[in-house]
């Protein structure tokens, strides 16, 4: 794992290249999800269509809202390798990707298209949004994208922290959950289960980090809290 964290014009040329390997796939994804938008569009109904538009808008708010605090985030003296932290990234993407694309042959039903089962999706949604926002503002500075050893690194266990060790975590696969539910079809479903993996991967290499940031102290805070669901795991 490297030393240090990349240096500012190593973010800036990250940053570029997604910018524009984003570009390039909305250009190449144009044709699937163009008449995607174009059936929501045209099924603009209470049952049917503003949930499924609306399931967009906490992602967004959570995209916007993590950009703007992640600026507020102390330096990493250890973290983990890019290769790692790509693997992430991707395994997230590729199970919000499958969420919202459909796929030829993943567009059964596995739940009715009811207004009363999208808008509780939505809730579940919005849920994970609040949990995420207020798992962050606790955390502060000891907050990090990648998995890190930060300076002057804290134990946080006030908030959300004093039950589960990784909130955030909680509130994201809350997210991924309720936007299955919005769509109800088996390719969200499949996307559901890409964001699991992805979750627990990190969930465990995050646990294996902080345990070798606080020893003893940290196996004492796992004995009195769960890892992401109470009562469950």
């Known amino acids: 794992m490297p030393d240090h964290p990349p240096a500012k014009s190593t ?10 390997g ?8 144009r044709p699937v999800i163009k008449p995607w938008l174009d059936q ?28 703007i605090a992640a600026k507020n985030s102390a330096p990493a003296i250890k973290s983990e390798s ?19 694309v459909p796929i030829r042959g993943l567009n059964q039903r596995f739940l009715p298209d009811l207004l009363i089962v999208k808008l509780i999706g939505l809730a579940a949604e919005c849920a994970g949004l609040a949990l995420a926002i207020w798992a962050r503002r606790i955390l502060g500075r000891n907050w990090s994208g990648e998995i890190t050893i930060k300076a002057d690194h804290e134990l946080v266990r006030t908030g959300p922290y004093g039950v589960i060790r990784h909130p955030i975590y909680t509130a994201l696969l809350a997210m991924y959950t309720g936007t299955a539910i919005v769509s109800g079809q088996v390719h969200a479903l499949l996307g559901l289960a890409v964001g699991i993996l992805a979750y627990l991967r990190k969930t465990g290499m995050e646990e294996a980090n902080l345990v070798t940031a606080f020893g003893e102290k940290y196996n004492a805070y796992r004995e009195d809290t769960w890892a992401l669901v109470p009562r469950i795991y």
């Not at 800036?12 to 524009?20: D, G, K, L, P």
């Not at 503003?50 to 399931?55: F, R």
């Not at 890019?82 to 919202?100: D, E, P, T, Y």
């Open 82 to 100: 890019h290769f790692s932290r790509g693997i992430h990234v991707v395994l997230a993407n590729i199970a919000l990707l499958l969420m919202i």
């Open 11 to 20: 973010n800036q040329a990250v940053r570029y290249a997604a910018f524009i």
């Open 40 to 67: 929501r569009l045209s099924a603009f109904s209470p049952a049917s269509g503003w949930p499924n538009l609306a399931a967009f808008v906490p992602w967004v708010i959570f995209s916007i809202y993590w950009e």
């Open 22 to 29: 984003a570009m390039i796939g909305a250009l190449f994804a």
